[in-house]
């Protein structure tokens, strides 16, 4: 910081007060009086304001490259892609289970409607049997083996709407006998509580929800692999 007192010369102590104007610096006096040093010390702070702007950036920037990192390896797991079959499989049951889908037109379902939500309810199904095959998860394994053996369970029944258990573990449909159904066994199966598709919109969600969670300790844990790799190669 500029000191005033520079602009003035140390008198001697037996020198005349009127000589020690003498010492005064003109100069100095007039790079303040034309703003010279107010411009000089405005620079040197805008300069220490962008470099603290541009290590803020810099951090930033590392910090959504880290995350960025961690989503990438949490994608390679599978576990992104589970979270989303499952939110589709609840969704696809919960709407079998809407009082929407069982008015009737005088006297008759749409069967049209509702075989068309039975079919997107087994190829969601299906979805998420295959993405667990793919992921390493003994939360999600557990999940999905409860889903799979209430299938099983309501195998006879899910075969006289026209759904077939095949041995992977998949349904398939035969869409003419699915149309030509029995309201009441189609009403049994997904339309209530304690129904199989409510039991299996319900597993449905814990799937999504253990998916988050390994999710969030893998993308925790990969975070931290990445910013100590960083620290590693900083360092060598």
């Known amino acids: ?5 520079s602009m003035l010369g140390s008198s001697n102590s037996g020198s005349n007060s009127n000589n020690s104007m003498g010492s005064f610096d ?12 107010g411009k000089l010390v405005k620079s040197y702070y805008a300069g220490t304001d962008r470099q603290v702007a541009n290590e803020k950036a810099a951090s930033q920037k590392a910090a959504d490259s880290s995350k960025s990192k961690a989503k990438e390896e949490v994608d390679k797991t ?5 979270k989303k079959d499952a939110d589709e499989l609840k969704s696809a049951a919960e709407a079998l289970d809407k009082d929407d889908l069982w008015k009737k037109t005088g006297d008759k379902l749409d069967m049209d409607k509702v075989s068309g939500a039975v079919k997107d309810f087994a190829t969601n199904y299906n979805k998420v049997i295959e993405q667990a095959s793919k992921v390493s998860s003994k939360e999600i394994s557990q999940d999905v083996k409860y889903m799979t053996q209430m299938t099983d369970t309501f195998s006879k029944v899910l075969n006289k709407i026209g ?3 095949e041995e992977d573990g ?10 030509k159904a029995d309201e009441a066994t189609l009403k049994t199966l997904f339309d209530g509580f304690g129904t199989y598709g409510s039991q299996i919109a319900d597993k449905a969600t814990s799937i999504n929800r253990d998916a988050d969670l390994g999710s969030s300790i893998y993308g925790s844990n990969a975070t931290t692999s990445t910013s100590l790799s960083g620290l590693y190669n900083q360092l060598i």
Request: cysteine-free; proline content about 0%.
């Open 1 to 5: 910081m500029f000191d005033i007192t």
């Open 26 to 37: 003109f100069a100095n006096y007039a790079a303040i009086k034309n703003g010279s040093y």
């Open 78 to 82: 599978g576990l992104t892609q589970i």
């Open 163 to 165: 759904v077939t258990v």
């Open 170 to 179: 998949k349904l398939s449909v035969d869409e003419d006998k699915l149309k």
